[in-house]
């Protein structure tokens, strides 16, 4: 019986020894990829791994997936050492890859998904470890938002109703629209936003309306500046404004040059006729 023992024990040590020996390999030490990117970009994906002191194993191979599917491999002792498979919307610029990085071009929103690295050690464990990272391909507008309704030296008066209108090019997400006055966050009562229509591919264009009534604080210092702020997640971001003018004072001499009662022709592109047609009340 205490033989029996002893074995057990025996191979009890030697399992925890070879757990011990296969924990302290390759590692991935971590993977650069960017979270967000606009659609058309050129992307570098990196991952980095290190050694273990104790077992030096030299690198066997580096791979990468977009979710389940791999489209990008490196084995050092190949020759070339750069294999990549074919995966839908997925563009390997071979000349700016290599072992440590993945340079992808021409990306698209169905570029998006879960990027995989795995590395591989050589015999005789050929033990594995990988890391994921989530990136998203966004559709950006190619115009706006432009403000229409009232042009930038227009008088008004306290008490009078101003009604200005935001419209903003298509994208994918749809922007994040919102208006301030004289730089702080308008009334949300005062604001409605609506889709007016899909252009390529899906991408929605949209118009935000601001109604809100001039008030002496807000003409407190002669004009008042309504501005259309739109943003799609965290790589886009652009405002239009326009600026009234209390009725009681005298023309800044900055808005000299504005026909009070003026309106800008738009750009349309991709969208509905709605878009195409003139956007202001004479």
């Known amino acids: 019986m205490e033989g029996l023992t002893r074995v057990w024990a025996l191979r009890v040590l030697l399992l925890?020894?070879?757990?011990?020996?296969?924990?302290a390999g390759l590692r991935v030490s971590g993977v650069r990829v960017p979270p967000v990117v606009v659609s058309g970009s050129a992307v570098d994906l990196t991952c980095h791994y290190h050694h273990s002191t104790d077992r030096p194993d030299p690198l066997y191979s580096i791979k990468w997936y977009r979710d389940v599917n791999q489209f990008y491999e490196y084995i050092p002792r190949r020759d070339p050492p750069i294999r990549v498979y074919p995966l839908p919307h997925i563009h390997v610029d071979r000349a700016r890859s290599s072992q440590a990085t993945v340079a992808l071009k021409g990306v698209t929103r169905e570029t998006s998904g879960s990027f995989r690295c795995e590395v591989m050690g050589d015999k005789p464990f050929f033990e594995t470890d990988d890391h994921a990272v989530n990136m998203t391909v966004v559709d950006v507008p190619s115009w706006g938002p432009e403000v229409w309704g009232a042009a930038t030296g227009a008088r008004v008066r306290p008490g009078e109703v101003v009604a200005v209108r935001c419209l903003m090019g298509p994208s994918d997400p749809p922007a994040d629209v919102s208006w301030t006055v004289n730089g702080e966050a308008a009334p949300p009562e005062a604001v409605d936003?609506?889709?007016?229509?899909?252009?390529?591919?899906?991408?929605?264009?949209?118009?935000?309306?601001?109604?809100?009534?001039?008030?002496?604080?807000?003409?407190?210092?002669g004009a008042m500046t309504l501005t259309c702020h739109a943003q799609v997640s965290s790589v886009y971001h652009a405002t239009a404004n326009v600026t009234l003018v209390h009725s009681d004072w005298p023309q800044p001499a900055e808005f000299g040059w504005f026909s009070a009662g003026g309106c800008r022709p738009g750009r349309a592109v991709g969208v509905d006729e709605r878009l195409n047609k003139r956007r202001c009340e004479e």
Do not use: D, I, K, Y
């Open 16 to 23: 925890l020894a070879l757990c011990g020996a296969l924990g």
């Open 193 to 221: 936003l609506r889709p007016l229509a899909r252009g390529p591919r899906g991408r929605l264009a949209q118009a935000s309306e601001l109604r809100v009534t001039a008030t002496e604080e807000w003409l407190a210092r």
